[in-house]
Nanobody
């Protein structure tokens, strides 16, 4: 059974930094991308950043220049370094893995989420 195990959430002051880590437990074949989504209270879950199997990184506009995503292919982990945090970054952060399961089909795997709270 596949599990995405997240760590690194917590409370941080505005301007501070936090590093989130996600480890894939079990085997996932055909990984297309790994990344982090976030969901603020009362809002939809949205992409914060992801990295494709080819190494292309995508960032939400509001986190560009402050967040850095990285992936360790050997350890099957994906990290999100978050710097210059703002109160509006407060959200539950979810690890996500997208895997190719067919010619045109993909499957999403999700972690349980880790809370990041940025105080003013």
């Amino acid at each position: 059974q596949v599990q995405l195990v997240e760590s690194g959430g917590g409370l941080v002051q505005a301007g501070g930094s936090r590093r989130l880590s996600c480890a894939v437990k079990g085997s996932i074949f055909g990984i297309k991308s790994m990344g982090w989504y976030r969901q603020a209270p009362g809002k939809l879950r949205v992409l914060a950043a992801d990295i494709t199997s080819g190494g292309t990184m995508n960032y939400r506009e509001s986190v560009k220049g402050r967040f850095t995503i990285s992936r360790d292919y050997a350890k099957n982990t994906v990290d999100l370094q978050m710097d210059s945090l703002k109160p509006e970054d407060t959200a539950v952060y979810y690890c996500n893995v997208v895997a190719t399961v067919g010619p045109t089909a993909t499957r999403n795997y999700w972690g349980r989420g880790t809370q990041v709270t940025v105080s003013p």
